[in-house]
């Protein structure tokens, strides 16, 4: 087996949405049920990442965590990868 590499990440953002942040939605249910869906987003939120990679020779592998923060929105992400090359 050859030499294991570790390759760490960090990273963090603004993300800035280009819309007024309103989403509406009319939605039916059975025959006379009608029903609006209204949702109002901060324009502006914080993103942050950080994950752990470990690769070798034919074999790489990383698990991370992705994040996206403002008053109104927690949005949370784990995930994880596997490969191998042959």
Known sequence: MGELTLQPHLGAGLRQRLTDGKLSNTMQAGVN???VVESEQERTSFTASVSLGVSGEAFSASLGYMGEY?????ETSIYGRMGYRF
């Open 33 to 35: 049920g009608f029903a």
């Open 70 to 74: 403002s008053a109104d929105t927690r």
